[in-house]
C-alpha cells in the first residue's frame, strides 16, 4: 500500500525559504505513470494546487506560485521536495504531498493517496 | 489561471439524495476529480474521470459532467458523509498544465 508521508520545520521565519520533503513508502517515485505534487491549504481555507514533478525532473507549477517554488525528485531516497521562497503570513497553511496520476488521452487527472498534511507557520 | 466555482454549503436529511456541483470553463475539456475531507484529515479521492470509484469508496457515490459543470452525487446520504468536497480538474487556459482546486462546499447531513 503506498503512503506518503511529509516532514520539515514546523516553523519559518517571513522572508525566509520553507523547505518540505515527501518521503514515498510501499512503490517506486520512479514509476512512469505518476507525477508526485505539492498541494497546501491556509487554516480554514480551501485546497490550492502547487506544483507536481515527474520522476523524470519535468516539473509544473501553479502559475501564482511559479516564481517562488522549486519542487525536486531523489529517486534514490524515493522522495520528492518543495521549496517556497520569501515566505509571508500568507504561506501559512498545511502542505500536503500527493501522487498525481494524469491520463492524457482520457482527459482526466487526480491525486490519490495523500499525505497527512503537516503544518507550516510562517511567523518571526 | 480559471476558476472553479461550488456552492459553499448544503444540507441533506439523512438516507436522502445530494447532489454537489462544480462549474468552470475548463471541465468542457477535461473531467473533474473529487474529494472528501473530514476536519483534521487529509482530504481523500471519492470520484476521478467519467465515474469511477477508488477501491474503498462506497457506491453512493458517483460523478457525472455536462457542459461546464461536473457533479457530484451521494445518493443514500449517511451521517459520515459530513464533511467538505472539493473538485480539481486541469486548467484548459493556458499553454502548460495547471490544476484547480474548487471553492469547496461543505455537506451537513441532517
Known amino acids: 500500500q503506498l503512503q506518503l508521508q511529509e516532514s520539515g520545520p514546523g516553523l519559518v521565519k517571513p522572508s525566509e525559504t520553507l523547505s518540505l520533503t515527501c518521503t514515498v513508502s510501499?512503490?517506486?517515485?520512479?514509476?512512469?505513470?505518476?507525477?508526485w505534487g505539492w498541494i497546501r491549504q491556509p487554516p480554514g481555507k480551501g485546497l490550492e494546487w502547487i506544483g507536481s514533478?515527474?520522476?523524470?525532473?519535468?516539473?509544473y507549477y501553479n502559475p501564482s506560485l511559479k516564481s517562488r517554488v522549486t519542487i525536486s525528485v531523489d529517486t534514490s531516497k524515493n522522495q520528492f521536495s518543495l521549496k517556497l521562497s520569501s515566505v509571508t503570513a500568507a504561506d501559512t497553511a498545511v502542505y500536503y504531498c500527493?501522487?498525481?496520476?494524469?491520463?492524457?488521452?482520457?482527459?482526466?487527472?487526480?491525486?490519490?493517496?495523500w499525505g497527512q498534511g503537516t503544518l507550516v507557520t510562517v511567523s518571526s | 489561471s480559471s476558476e472553479l466555482t461550488q456552492d459553499p454549503a448544503v444540507s441533506v436529511a439523512l438516507g436522502q439524495t445530494v447532489r454537489i456541483t462544480c462549474q468552470g470553463d475548463?471541465?468542457?475539456?477535461?473531467?473533474a476529480s473529487w474529494y472528501q475531507q473530514k476536519p483534521g484529515q487529509a482530504p481523500v479521492l471519492v470520484i476521478y474521470?467519467?465515474?469511477n470509484r477508488p477501491s474503498g469508496i462506497p457506491d453512493r457515490f458517483s460523478g457525472s459532467s455536462s457542459g461546464n459543470t461536473a457533479s457530484l452525487t451521494i445518493t443514500g446520504a449517511q451521517a459520515e458523509d459530513e464533511a467538505d468536497y472539493y473538485c480539481?480538474?486541469?486548467?484548459?487556459?493556458?499553454?502548460?498544465?495547471?490544476?484547480?482546486f474548487g471553492t469547496g462546499t461543505k455537506v451537513t447531513v441532517l
Open positions: 500527493a501522487r498525481h496520476t494524469v491520463v492524457v488521452p482520457a482527459a482526466m487527472s487526480w491525486f490519490d493517496p
Open positions: 510501499g512503490g517506486s517515485i520512479s514509476s512512469s505513470s505518476y507525477y
Open positions: 514533478i515527474y520522476y523524470s525532473g519535468s516539473t
Open positions: 475548463s471541465l468542457r475539456s477535461y473531467y
Open positions: 474521470g467519467k465515474n
Open positions: 480539481n480538474s486541469r486548467d484548459s487556459s493556458g499553454n502548460h498544465p495547471d490544476y484547480v
